[in-house]
């Protein structure tokens, strides 16, 4: 006996199953943005006289020099700071990429699309059934 073709109303379900599974995919994505667009990377030197803070996007927004940072002297003061605003940036990269991946992993059973190799075969299957 062959395999009877669902019924319009089976493909109406799917499609339904589709759209509702895209919306729940879209609105966890849009938690995503909105949550690393509040991630915040921090880092400091090691003894805390040089301070940064950067956006999830690896925006410095913030820069804290102690006083006493100064007595570095300018090649030193530069290097501490470079390493500080870079470990700052990695901080928030770091805490973006969890919550990107948290996002995608939560899209890989998305349900294969409607496209038109499903209406063909669709078409084919009611067309085998007539014969």
């Given amino acids: ?6 019924s319009p109303q089976d493909d109406i379900e ?3 199953r589709i759209l509702r599974r895209g919306r729940e995919v879209t609105r966890r ?7 690393v667009a509040e991630v915040t990377g921090r880092a400091e030197n090691a003894d805390g006289t ?6 999830g996007r690896g925006v410095i927004t913030a820069l804290t020099l102690d006083p006493r940072a100064l007595r ?7 290097e501490q700071v470079t390493a500080v605003l870079r470990r700052a940036q990695h901080d928030a990269e770091r805490q973006a990429a969890e919550i990107v991946d948290d996002a995608l992993a939560d899209t ?3 349900p294969r ?4 190799s ?14």
């Fill in 108 to 110: 890989a059973d998305l």
């Fill in 50 to 55: 040089v301070r940064a803070v950067s956006d």
């Fill in 118 to 131: 499903f209406i063909r075969e669709r078409l084919g299957q009611i067309a085998r059934e007539l014969l």
């Fill in 29 to 35: 994505i849009q938690q995503a943005q909105a949550q």
């Fill in 113 to 116: 699309p409607l496209d038109e």
């Fill in 72 to 78: 570095l002297g300018r090649a030193a003061l530069g």
């Fill in 1 to 6: 006996m062959l395999p009877t073709t669902p």
């Fill in 14 to 16: 799917q499609a339904e």
